[in-house]
């Protein structure tokens, strides 16, 4: 693995490979558009087969649970999920109250092993694993390949704003991800301390989950945009949604030359507490420590300078990054 200083560079100028998902589950039968619906906190509703959906999973009470990402199919749903509680146990439990007959939710066990590729170079990583020119696979779609003779799923994504991919394939088929990671590894790229992802999604507005919804509701986390607050239907969490405009809010800051103060630290303006650390990433070699503050309106906006543990932060709009791969052609 690579240290904390190559994984960041990683990211940024060439592949970055990992591991991603928890849980695997795939939804099958009738009512699987309006299990899933139920599920999660965004609408799949109207999702076409091909392509990629991403969202926050809630628990009851509204509070975040994690994240989901859904590759839909023409006959099922597979999906990902990053989440502090097993799915499969709420699904099969909402298939019961709900009636959805017919419906089925099951450990993905022919799907169970999912690799995560992002950098600027991503593409030259991952373009053997389908036939179709992989520079034709827009962002959220996907496309059936083979890897080593198994069969896969790849899925345009990105969490770092820099391009990004995953292969989804069986547990048993795995192995061949050690071919991937050899082809990160010949560019300069190769398998990353995750500790380092949290800064890169930080940096431009992705969300870094649990620490970033820790006590929060989705809009004081700044996090709405994945899901959809007012829905008409049902979804699980429904009820503890606050649709109110928050007292306070996540805004990302920057200390230059010291790490970033742990979260919980109190952060003060002139003395005066006016929020806290909620996310303290990597630093990773850097000049500067990257992390999120929760802080009080009207103090939750960029250009401004606080103080936490003794260190000056500046607080910063995001992206604060400029990712190579705005500026660079797949294929080019």
């Known amino acids: 693995m690579l240290t904390t200083e190559e994984s960041y560079a990683a990211i940024r100028n060439t592949a970055a490979v990992y591991n991603r998902g928890g849980e695997v589950l795939r939804l099958t039968g009738t009512h699987r558009v309006e299990l899933l619906s139920w599920l999660l906190a965004k609408q799949t509703e109207f999702a076409e087969p091909g392509t990629v959906v991403e969202s926050l999973i809630l628990g009851e ?6 994240s989901a990402l859904v590759v839909l199919d023409d006959e099922a749903a597979v999906v990902i999920a990053d989440s502090q509680a097993p799915l499969l146990p709420v699904a099969l439990a909402a298939i019961e109250s709900l009636g959805l007959e017919g419906t089925f939710a099951e450990d993905a066990e022919d799907l169970a092993a999912v690799l995560a590729v992002e950098g600027p170079l991503s ?46 394939t069986s547990a048993a088929g795995s192995s061949a991800f050690d071919r991937l990671v050899g082809r990160a590894q010949d560019i300069g790229g190769g398998r990353i301390d995750k500790k380092v992802l949290h800064r890169a999604q930080a940096e431009v507005n992705h969300p870094v989950l649990p620490s970033q919804a820790q006590g929060l509701n989705i809009f004081e986390a700044g996090i709405q945009w994945m899901a959809t607050p007012n829905r008409d239907d049902e979804y ?26 742990e979260a919980g630290t109190a952060v003060t303006d002139e003395g005066v507490t006016v929020g806290q650390v909620q996310t303290a990433t990597a630093r990773a070699g850097l000049d500067s420590g990257f992390g999120l503050l929760l802080l009080d309106v009207p ?3 960029p250009g401004l300078t606080l ?20 500026t660079q052609q797949i294929g080019g």
């Open 61 to 66: 009470a509204g509070n975040v649970e994690g």
């Open 123 to 168: 593409w030259q990583v991952a373009e053997d694993v389908t036939d179709e020119p992989i520079s034709e696979i827009l962002l959220n779609e996907w496309r059936r390949g083979t890897l080593n003779g198994t069969a896969c799923m790849l899925v345009r994504i990105g969490t770092t704003a820099e391009y990004g991919y995953l292969v989804i």
């Open 236 to 261: 699980r969490g429904k009820a503890g949604v606050q649709l109110e405009a928050p007292g306070r809010k996540v805004v990302a800051a920057v200390s230059d030359n010291a790490d970033f103060p």
């Open 299 to 301: 103090y939750c906006v």
């Open 307 to 326: 103080v936490a543990g003794g260190r000056t932060l500046s607080t910063v709009a995001r992206p604060a990054v400029d990712p190579q791969s705005w």
